[in-house]
């Protein structure tokens, strides 16, 4: 390893901060690649409990089935980095007023579920933060085609996208594709934060 | 002449983004849509007029997460 370019990005992603709306089958697994990164700061925001159906993708456990989706995730981050800042808030995000947890964060990552949701907080950070880049998903559901997936980069907006996947409900979602996903927005974020330092 | 994902298309004469979306066949109700850069909301689908030599980015936001 080179271990100099090795503390060279750890210094900048200490110092670094991500916002995620979201906290299931992309949001979770977005947020614990980051913290084994090393991504200084984190805010997570979400208003679901932990429910069995999830564990088949979403990074909770056996024991934490009926928590709060924010608390349960902060402690898996911590169990993996305890000097990370985790700050989490256990809410609904409503359309016209998505942006508000995010003013403070260097980079945005949109890990929400309904395509309609999706398209709001979109807009939302959009309008209000044009200059902050924003990570988000399109086109998890199903498995296999991880061919058909790219990133279409539209000025700050980098969008992991499959435009022949099916709705969810009209599929399945499964912890290969979806971690795929959500890892493929965690990589682009580090580029975004790094940068130059490639 | 505009240009719409990448693709060469006829430019229309006070073609609204909904009527272009219609034209293109785009049926998907969630989609983002930006104009040369520039975020254009659902909402003003309807009176937002496209003009000549503008790039149309539509990207489609289908359920899952």
Known sequence: MNVEKAEKIRMKLQKSSVGIAGAGGLGSN????????GVGRLVIVDYDKVEESNLNRQYYFRDQIGMVKVEALKENIKKIDESIKVEIINNKLRPGFMHKPFNNVDVIVEALDEAEIKTSFIEDIMNNFPEKPLVACSGVSGYGNIERVNTKKLGNLYMVYDKDAKDSDKDVLMAPRVCLMANWQANIVLDIILGEDK | MIEVNGNIVDFVENETVKDLLKRMKYTFPNVVVKINGKLVKRA??????????????????????
């Open chain 2, 44 to 65: 003003d689908f309807a009176d937002t007029v496209i003009h000549n030599d503008s790039k149309v980015a539509v990207i489609h936001m289908i359920s899952g997460g």
């Open chain 1, 30 to 37: 977005v947020v614990i690649s980051l913290a084994r990164a």
